[in-house]
């Protein structure tokens, strides 16, 4: 039992770290080696529940990246490839699903308790031949907060021209019953919200990303967009007002040589 709760003390610490890198795995997609690459950024997020206090919206982040011979860290997302071709990466990975909130942060959410990130678990395929990219994770969440599970399928095209990358990507996103009514339930012994029970839907995202990085410079500089449209099983709880959600980051890091 002791065990149990350092467990998931220590996990539940890594996803409120990681929780804070969320958009910077989008400016890496594997398939060549990278230093370790440390920053600072600012990240916007338009959480959809009702009232949704406005100071909770935009916060410091760390970024971190790092492509090593089979470690990566990719913002969010940590992993082991035991696959890494020109065209293919195959890996294991722990990823930070990035939701939650305190019941502080909104009226509406009084009562219903502080829901922490969690922790996820699983896999990653990337097919890049070119361009054209195709990405695929699952992981199950092992911090014992939500016990859901989330797979992503995305499609994105990833342009180089001089120190400048582009990537614009879209995404579909399914997230389990479990992971749903964690975040988005409404408990009976919430004050301002009626009792609302979620299950498993699929969300769709559109968005895109920018790195500048001038060749022989350690300093690279970024920024991003992500609008993210959710599934009724969402937008119908009692504790959300909005069918979307936009996110917005800009930062600069390092990169150690």
């Keep these: 039992m002791k065990m149990k709760l350092v467990r998931g003390l220590v996990l539940s610490a890594a996803a409120l770290f990681l929780s804070q890198s969320l958009m910077a795995d989008e400016f890496s997609v594997g398939q060549g080696k990278r230093p370790l690459t440390l920053g600072l950024g600012l990240l916007y997020k338009d959480k959809p529940y009702k009232s949704y206090d406005s100071s909770e919206k935009t916060q410091p982040v760390p970024i971190v990246l790092y492509e090593g011979e089979h470690f990566f860290a990719r913002g969010a997302t940590i992993g082991w490839d035991f696959l890494d071709s020109d065209a293919l990466e195959v890996a294991v990975i722990g990823q930070f699903l990035g939701d939650g909130y305190d019941s502080s942060d909104s009226k509406a959410l009084k009562g219903n308790g502080d829901k922490d990130p969690s922790f996820g678990v699983g896999g990653q395929v990337i097919w890049k031949p070119e361009n054209l990219g195709f990405k695929f994770s699952a992981v199950q969440d092992i911090t014992d907060n939500s016990d859901g599970a989330q797979a992503v399928g995305q499609v994105f095209y990833q342009h180089k021209a001089g120190p400048w990358m582009i990537k614009p990507a879209a995404a579909v996103v399914w997230q389990s019953d479990d ?79």
Excluded: C, H
């Design 179 to 257: 992971y749903n009514d964690y975040y988005y339930g409404v408990r009976s012994r919430a004050v301002n919200a009626n009792a609302y029970t979620a299950d498993s839907d699929f969300n769709y995202r559109l968005g895109i990303v920018a790195a500048y990085q001038k060749p022989g410079s350690q300093w690279m500089f970024m920024g991003g967009l992500r609008y993210e449209f959710f599934g009724d099983e969402i937008t119908d709880s009692t504790i959300v007002s909005e069918d979307e959600q936009l996110s917005a980051l800009i930062g600069v890091a390092y990169t150690f040589k």
